[in-house]
């Protein structure tokens, strides 16, 4: 780009020596360089284009005799010393050029090239301040505006608010509510954010949108909290309509919250919370109790530790009512979840000794399928072949409370 644009000005300032040449009078400068640019930077010292002073006051210097007569709109000063100005000595022709006709006192193309000389000088001086000023441009504002460019771009990648960071922010949130979120589920949101959810398949009817107009989440399942909503509702987000984060995407201003509607108040939520917690644990513990129950060490302590979701919990206690259970892990905590939040995903491997692993499998997978919302399968996967399969059991989020003080597992 720097050759490309040295180029252009010595180019530039060959043709403005061209219109010295022509002229042979000097009285203006019009090729400057930038503020901060030298001459020696671009290989070329500066260059001067030139036209002639009674050019761009109108008057073509020896093309007239001094006797001819001048028109009355011609220049005042020449009128007035034409008289007693002695004729100029005769000039030699330049080598590589024709000599200039002579005209003739009178002649009917003289008035036609007096204004065509008049109209020239003006129009030269024009053309060469305003391409000198392009050049001038086009030397200091490339550079700056890349250098500009890329700074953003930088900035944008590793500050936590950036324009960057909060589109990655926003699109991970999206992602991850259409893979983690009932289609049946009311979705609250800001209008940018559901429409990518839109777009990605969520249904419409699912989706409420807030504006400045309509910030109530009322009757909502889960709220994308963005910066746009946190504005919105300010402190009551946390403290009347959504008091737990189900999952969290970036940092800062960007940061974008899942959060868990809280149907009655913040306060209940919390208490319902804590109380899910213990029903966890306690069904957790009568699952270890149970003999067609088997479990790795790391699913034994988050049994005990109230881990699991209680959706998994009456499900694997009605599975180990009439065969065998092992349990690998419970896996899919979700990024930036509440402490208190449990894991929603189970593994569960074939028991040793299993005369068919396909058909347990398919048993399994069968009594799955049977149930019903809210203990019906969101996700129902299989891995690896015959004794070495793996079966991965999921549940939406976020989590039902209260779900064990209804129903205990058998």
């Excluded at 022709?93 to 005209?103: L, S």
């Excluded at 509607?261 to 213990?278: E, M």
């Excluded at 995903?345 to 299993?354: C, D, I, Q």
């Excluded at 399994?364 to 019903?372: D, P």
Aim: include cysteine.
């Amino acid at each position: 780009m720097i050759k490309e644009t040295a180029s252009a000005v010595h180019g530039f300032a060959n043709f403005l020596l061209t219109i010295n040449g022509l002229t042979e009078k000097s009285v203006l400068c019009v090729l400057s360089f930038p503020s901060g640019v030298s001459a020696s930077r671009w290989g070329c010292a500066p260059r001067c284009a030139t036209v002639r002073g009674d050019m761009l006051q109108g008057k073509a210097a020896g093309a007239v005799p001094s006797s001819a007569p001048v028109p009355d709109g011609g220049n005042a000063h020449a009128r007035a010393s034409a008289p007693a100005r002695a004729p100029a000595p005769a000039r030699a022709p330049a080598p590589a050029r024709a000599p200039a006709p002579i005209r003739r006192p009178g002649s009917d193309q003289r008035r036609p090239a007096r204004r065509r000389v008049r109209l020239a000088g003006p129009l030269a001086l024009t053309a060469i301040i305003a391409v000198a000023g392009l050049l001038a441009v086009l030397l200091t504002r490339p550079a700056a505006t890349a250098r500009g460019h890329g700074e953003t771009l930088a900035n944008r990648a590793v500050s936590p608010g950036g324009v960057g960071s909060s589109a990655v922010a926003r699109a991970a949130a999206a992602a991850w509510v259409r893979q983690q979120v009932s289609r049946s589920a009311v979705v609250s949101c800001d209008p940018a954010m559901c429409l990518a959810l839109q777009a990605g398949g969520f249904p419409r009817s699912s989706l409420l949108t807030l504006t400045p107009a309509a910030a109530d989440p009322l009757g909502s399942t889960v709220i994308i909290a963005t910066a746009a909503v946190r504005n919105q509702l300010g402190q009551r987000l946390a403290s009347v309509y959504a008091p737990v984060v189900i999952a969290s995407f970036g940092s800062g201003a960007a940061r974008v919250d899942i959060r868990a509607y809280a149907a009655d108040s913040a306060a209940a939520y919390r208490a319902a919370l804590a109380a899910d917690v213990a029903g966890r644990q306690a069904a957790g513990r009568r699952l270890l109790g149970n003999p067609n129950v088997a479990a790795s060490p790391a699913a034994r302590r988050d049994l005990a530790a109230g881990r699991a979701d209680s959706r998994l919990l009456i499900t694997l206690a009605a599975l180990a009512a009439g065969r065998d259970v092992r349990i690998v892990a419970f896996t899919g905590a979700d990024p930036g979840a509440d402490a208190l939040l449990p894991a929603r995903y189970a593994e569960l491997a074939v028991p040793p000794g299993t005369a068919s692993a396909g058909a347990y499998l398919r048993s399994v997978l069968a009594f799955l399928q049977a149930r019903r919302a809210p203990l019906l399968a969101a996700r129902t996967r299989v891995t690896g072949a015959g004794a070495a399969s793996v079966l991965r059991i999921g549940f939406w989020a976020p989590a039902p409370l209260g779900l064990l003080g209804k129903r205990a597992p058998a």
